[in-house]
């Protein structure tokens, strides 16, 4: 295509990065920086973490300071921590009525309880809908296996917020469940399904499935099915060869699609808003309620410490998972 | 060979597919319902798609989320990228296990947290430093770029873990530096997780409700919370004609993502192919002489 002595413009591209990294590296700068010790790859892992250490975990520490704060109307509606006494005594005052106000008023624990038995129920919903699902993906052949995972992530890629809405149109009173069950004849009057906490667990299974499915995928694909032929030959029939061997071996994945689904789960706040019942408790809501209506900041940060520190051990456990999976693929 | 009985893993496809899909049909289907009860049929019309454009306070939101969503996922596909080969190749360092627990966390911390401890880094950081000024477009992006950068990493990261380190190594071999062999090597062979994680971050931050709403400033919703306030109000036939749009447009981006990976595919089969076919023949030749 291109004609005698013309460069291709990719080998072009690949002479500009040539140069361009060749005159930083042998410029006066690139040397300094090499003789204090900083070298390309510290640079490389350096920015994405002054970045995290600011956007992710210095945030969380605000969070804790904001929450032992008294609330003020101003802006921001929350006091200093610190102030100055007199003129050399720096006065810190730590308020912890905050959190006695999360004790005292039951109220919060039992949105933290509720939400913890919705998500969990929800996740369970998603573990017996989810693996007969990537069950059934994993051990089709390959040109299928690639439309159906297709299939599976093809609704994460439209609205979240849409896919949730479409749920109100199908679940409401004169809804598309209504409607047909009353036109068979089936039901006189439409039964409530929108605003009540089957609503929720619809949303939630819903939202969340690949997140459930996509985990046991990639576990169950890779799993070596001449394990399966020798269970069978030595007498295990196919239910049991599933107790036996593939349930125990697709352990991970079922953790790691479970900490999925839960720990967000936990703290949602858009399903409970848009298709729960006004007055349903669920952590997420309470949050988003002190702060925007309310305008509590130090009330609603006491609420996501709480909510984190519940939510730590799970993170952590996630963590350790996603870390083994890397780790395994590397081997 | 496979085991379980057919029928039971076609019944569970066939439920769980059903599932997932009749919501989105039932969206696309009712936009096109001449009723403003979304609901009930009352004729075909696409009058709704045309209050949709006339919807001055939509088109706004989208242009600005589409803006946003745009330059966060540039960001976060650099800052991921970056993260990604830390973890990956780098081996041990110190910070090492800090920084893959700060790029895990974000995958499954729940939003009201994440959107609750950003604003309130961005009151603080006001205060002390007088930046950033307010909030709004800024301050959208830098946090829909923190947490679609873990999305980045975890695919950056197990696309390296799955291709061989031999070539970066041989390349080093030949006397590239390090740099070098990013550019040269490792990045047109992850160039397509690159592109995916691109367009996740973009469809995130599209699609985020919870975190814009905290950070956001006055003047600067994004679509999502002006659709999540008209849809607090009931069901709206607009939302559903924007919602059809929405997935028009991702299906038509899949379908050539489809088309461009299996012709990709093809090409490299072809080239096996004939690399193989190469090689027996100076086998054969060999084996003559």
């Known amino acids: 295509m291109t004609g005698p002595g013309a460069v ?17 590296v042998r410029s006066p700068v690139g040397s300094r920086l090499r003789r204090w010790g900083v070298t390309g790859k510290a640079l490389v892992a350096s920015v994405p973490f002054f970045w995290l250490l600011l956007f992710f975990l210095i945030p969380f520490v605000i969070v804790l300071k904001i929450s032992f704060s008294d609330s003020v109307i101003a802006m921001p509606p929350y006091q200093p921590l610190f102030g100055w006494a007199s003129e050399k005594v720096l006065e810190i005052k730590l308020n912890f009525g905050n959190y006695a106000f999360l004790i005292e008023d039951n109220l919060y624990i039992k949105a933290y309880l509720n939400s913890i ?8 919903l998603c573990l017996l809908i989810g693996y007969p699902m990537a069950y059934a993906i994993a051990r089709s052949n390959a040109a299928t296996r ?12 439209t609205s979240f917020l849409l896919r949730v809405y479409a749920w109100i149109g199908i679940l409401k009173n004169n809804g598309l469940i ?13 039964i409530q399904m929108l605003q009540t906490d089957f609503a929720v667990y619809v949303g939630i299974v819903y939202s969340y499935l690949p997140f459930m499915i996509l985990p046991l995928y990639a576990n169950l694909e890779k799993m070596d099915l001449t394990l399966l032929e020798a ?3 030595l007498g295990c029939k196919p239910w049991q060869a599933f107790l036996k061997v593939t349930l125990p071996l697709s352990l991970p994945g079922i953790i790691a699609g479970c900490l999925l689904v839960f720990i967000p789960a936990v703290g949602e706040f858009v399903i409970p808003a848009l298709l729960g019942d006004p007055g349903m408790l669920m952590i997420g809501k309470v949050l988003w309620t002190e702060f925007f209506n309310n305008r509590d900041w130090p009330v609603a940060s006491a609420v996501a410490i709480a909510l984190l520190l519940f939510l730590v051990i799970p993170i952590m456990f996630f963590q350790r998972a996603q870390d083994a999976e890397s780790a395994g693929v590397h081997k | 060979m496979s085991g379980g009985r057919p029928w039971f893993r076609m019944l569970a496809l066939a439920l769980g597919f059903a599932f997932l899909y009749i919501p989105i049909v039932s969206l696309v289907v009712f936009s096109f319902n001449e009723s403003r009860l979304v609901t009930v049929w009352g004729g075909f019309s696409t009058k709704w798609y045309g209050a949709l454009l006339d919807n001055q306070q939509i088109i706004g939101a989208a242009l600005l989320s589409l803006k946003i969503a745009a330059i966060s996922a540039t960001v976060a596909v650099v800052l991921g990228t970056l993260t990604g080969m830390a973890l990956a190749r780098f081996g041990p360092f110190r910070g090492r296990t800090m920084l893959s627990g700060m ?6 911390m729940p939003e009201v947290i994440t959107g609750l401890s950003l604003l309130l880094l961005f009151v603080t950081l006001e205060q002390l430093f007088g930046w950033p000024e307010g909030r709004g477009m800024t301050t959208i992006i830098l946090a829909h770029v923190t947490f679609a950068m873990a999305f980045v990493t975890v695919i950056v990261q197990s696309r390296l873990a799955q291709f061989d380190e031999s070539l970066e190594e041989a390349a080093q071999d030949l006397g ?18 690159l592109l995916s994680g691109w367009l996740l971050a973009f469809t995130l931050s599209l699609d985020d409700l919870v975190i814009a709403s905290f950070v956001a400033g006055p003047g600067s919703s994004t679509l999502p919370m002006v659709v999540f306030s008209k849809v607090r109000l009931g069901v709206s036939p607009d939302i559903n004609a924007l919602a059809t749009i929405l997935i028009v447009i991702v299906a038509i981006g899949v379908a050539i993502a489809g088309v461009v990976m299996s012709r990709q595919q093809k090409t490299r089969d072809r080239d096996a192919q004939m690399a193989l076919a190469a090689n027996q023949q100076m086998i054969d030749s060999l084996k003559k002489g």
Do not use: C, H, Y
């Not at chain 1, 413009?9 to 002479?15: A, D, E, K, P, V």
């Not at chain 2, 590239?176 to 997780?193: C, E, W």
């Open chain 2, 176 to 193: 590239a530096r390090p740099a070098k062999v990013f550019f040269l090597v490792t990045l047109p062979i992850i160039f397509p997780a």
């Open chain 1, 8 to 24: 291709p413009l990719g080998q072009r591209i690949n002479f500009w990065i040539e140069d361009g990294l060749g005159a930083i």
């Open chain 1, 178 to 190: 209504n409607n047909t069950l009353m036109s068979l004849g089936l039901i006189d009057q439409p």
């Open chain 2, 103 to 108: 790029a895990t966390a974000p995958l499954v």
């Open chain 1, 117 to 124: 038995f919705v998500a969990a129920v929800s996740t369970l």
């Open chain 1, 231 to 233: 269970a069978a030959d």
């Open chain 1, 146 to 157: 690639n439309v159906l995972l297709l299939l599976v992530i093809l609704p994460f890629w």
